[in-house]
C-alpha cells in the first residue's frame, strides 16, 4: 500500500466514525473493504496519533470488544469551513460590547442567514424544503443528512415527520467557544422551513455524535 492509500484509508476511518458515531474493528474492516489486519494497524496508528480512542463493550457472546469513536483531536482534523477570523471577531465583539447586545447581534446574523435559507427553498412540499435545505448545510462543510419518519414509526401519531442529522459542525471551534450559537441555528430551521416545527433531538455540544433536528408541520 503506497503512503497516498494509507493516508486516505485513515481518513476514510475518521470520516466514517464521525458518521456513524463508534464502530468496532471488523465492522470499520467490513465497510471499508480491508482486512481485519490493516483495519488494526490503521486504528493503532491513529489511536497513537490521539485522534480516535476506544472503550471495552460486551457485544453478543464471546469475549468484550473495542469500541472505536473519534477523540476531540480527531474531529479537529476533518475538513470544515471554521476560520480563525471569525473566533477573533466574536472575541473582540464579546469584549467591546455588553451581553444583551452581543446576543442581539448574533441573533441578527442567524435572522438573516434564515432568510436567505427561507429565499431559496421556496414554498415546495415540506420534504423538497427539507431536502434542499440539507443540500445547502453539505455545501457549507457540514456532513449533513435527512430521514422520514413515516406515521407509524411515531406510533401512528402525526403526519409525516422529517429528522435532519448533520454529524460534524462546521462552525465547532465557534460553538466551543460561544455555544449560544447552537440555540440561534435552531431557530434559524424554524425561520427557514416556515410553518413548521423544528426541535432538537441531539446535540454535538452534549457529548453527542451528530446533531439532530426534527422537523414536522403541526396540525391546527
Known amino acids: 500500500m503506497t503512503t497516498t492509500q ?22 470499520l474492516a467490513e465497510a471499508l ?15 497513537d496519533g490521539g485522534l480516535i480512542e476506544h472503550k471495552q463493550a460486551q457485544i453478543g457472546m464471546g469475549r468484550p470488544q473495542h469500541l472505536y469513536k473519534l477523540s476531540r483531536k480527531g474531529r479537529d482534523r476533518l475538513p470544515n469551513r471554521y476560520d480563525d477570523f471569525a473566533i477573533s471577531l466574536l472575541d473582540t465583539l464579546s469584549e467591546t460590547v455588553d451581553k444583551e447586545q452581543f446576543s442581539t447581534i448574533l ?4 435572522q438573516r442567514k434564515a432568510q436567505e435559507y427561507r429565499q431559496r427553498l421556496g414554498k415546495g412540499s415540506l420534504e423538497k424544503r427539507v431536502a434542499k435545505l440539507v443540500q445547502m448545510r453539505q455545501t457549507e462543510g457540514y456532513m449533513a443528512e435527512w430521514h422520514t419518519l413515516k406515521p407509524e414509526d411515531n406510533n401512528g401519531n402525526g403526519d409525516t415527520r422529517y429528522v435532519i442529522i448533520e454529524h460534524n ?19 434559524m430551521f424554524a425561520i427557514a422551513l416556515q410553518d413548521c416545527h423544528v ?7 452534549d457529548g453527542e455524535h451528530q446533531c439532530g433536528y426534527l422537523v414536522y408541520q403541526p396540525r391546527d
Open 6 to 27: 494509507h493516508s486516505s484509508t485513515k481518513q476514510a476511518i475518521l470520516q466514517l466514525l464521525q458518521k456513524e458515531g463508534q464502530k468496532t474493528a471488523s465492522e
Open 33 to 47: 473493504e480491508i482486512s481485519p489486519q490493516a483495519i488494526r494497524r490503521h486504528l493503532k496508528e491513529l489511536e
Open 107 to 110: 441573533q441578527k446574523q442567524w
Open 169 to 187: 459542525c462546521a462552525i465547532s471551534q465557534v460553538a466551543q467557544s460561544f455555544p449560544t450559537v447552537c440555540g440561534h441555528e435552531l431557530e
Open 199 to 205: 426541535e432538537r433531538t441531539h446535540w454535538l455540544n
